[in-house]
């Protein structure tokens, strides 16, 4: 059996009480794929991409059959390695963007710090770099959002200044949770066309989980389904959404078209 760029087999995650929140999911990327995860509010999008990248919470357990990160199995690396492996070559970007930035240091200094450690850049290198990608996703006054600490910035910035970190070390790979959620429809748009540029232009896969079908649709080859902790369905995109096969995924698909 051949293995993907990135890939996740036979998950499964329990919390502290041996309740099953992802049961049996295997979940893969291909190189240049530009791939999406879709399903509803707690299907188990989010703590499966965690898996992938092994920064799960630790009051969860997961067990899984094979953990492939960048061509390579994870097995005898070792919790460094893996953290070197993931924070220089994958871009990730989180679904909570409040607590993952610290609200008490400047946004230049979170967006600098791990491209200036990863990368060996000076100070002003990176503050340059950040100021560039700020202005590709739509920040229009990158010094201000750099000097400024996240609690003086709305939510849709500190979105924006967690897509732009995430793209600091230009990644080989990128993994986004729900990244345009709280952006207005130009904006997201805006960075949507960034991701298609970087996966088209570049070659940079893309894993990307959005409960947005239309989203999903426009942008992505290959489509996971989640419910309930389970994948219910995967395929091309075209044909899970032109023939979808379990009722989730038609429900899925009918509620979308009502609501368009
Ligand atoms: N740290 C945790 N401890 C216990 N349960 C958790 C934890 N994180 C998530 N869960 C539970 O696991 C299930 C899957 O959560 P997950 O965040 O992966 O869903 P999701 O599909 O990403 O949904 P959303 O789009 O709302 O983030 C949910 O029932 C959630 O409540």
Do not use: W
């Amino acid at each position: 059996m051949t293995s993907r760029l990135m890939e996740i087999k036979g998950l499964t995650i329990k919390d502290q009480s041996g309740t099953v929140l992802v049961d049996n999911v295997s979940v893969g990327l291909n190189d240049k794929e530009f791939v999406g995860i879709v399903g509803e509010s707690g299907s188990g999008k989010s703590l499966t991409t965690q898996a992938l990248l092994n920064v799960l919470p630790k009051s969860l357990q997961a067990e899984y059959e094979q953990l492939t990160l960048m061509d390579r199995s994870v097995e005898g690396m070792d919790a460094a390695q893996i953290r070197a492996l993931v924070g220089r070559e994958i871009g990730f970007v989180p679904q909570n963007t409040v607590s993952f930035l610290h609200p008490l240091i400047k946004i230049k200094h979170q967006i600098g710090d791990a491209y200036m450690h990863h990368m060996k850049k000076s100070r002003e290198a990176a503050y340059d770099k950040a100021c560039r990608l700020l202005s590709k996703v739509g920040i229009k006054d990158p010094d201000r959002v750099m000097n400024s600490y996240p609690f003086q910035i709305s939510g849709g910035m500190k979105q924006r200044v967690n897509i732009a970190l995430a793209l600091m070390t230009d990644p080989k790979v990128i993994i986004a949770d729900e990244p345009t959620t709280a952006l207005d429809t130009v904006i997201q748009r805006q960075v949507m066309d960034l991701f298609d540029t970087m996966n088209r232009q570049e070659g940079v896969p893309i894993l990307f989980i959005s409960h947005d079908l239309n989203i999903i649709r426009k942008y992505c080859s290959r489509v996971y389904v989640m419910y309930k902790g389970k994948l219910v369905e995967s395929g091309s995109t075209e044909l899970v959404f032109s023939r979808p096969e379990h009722p989730y995924t038609r429900q899925l698909l009918d509620s979308t078209m009502t609501i368009k």
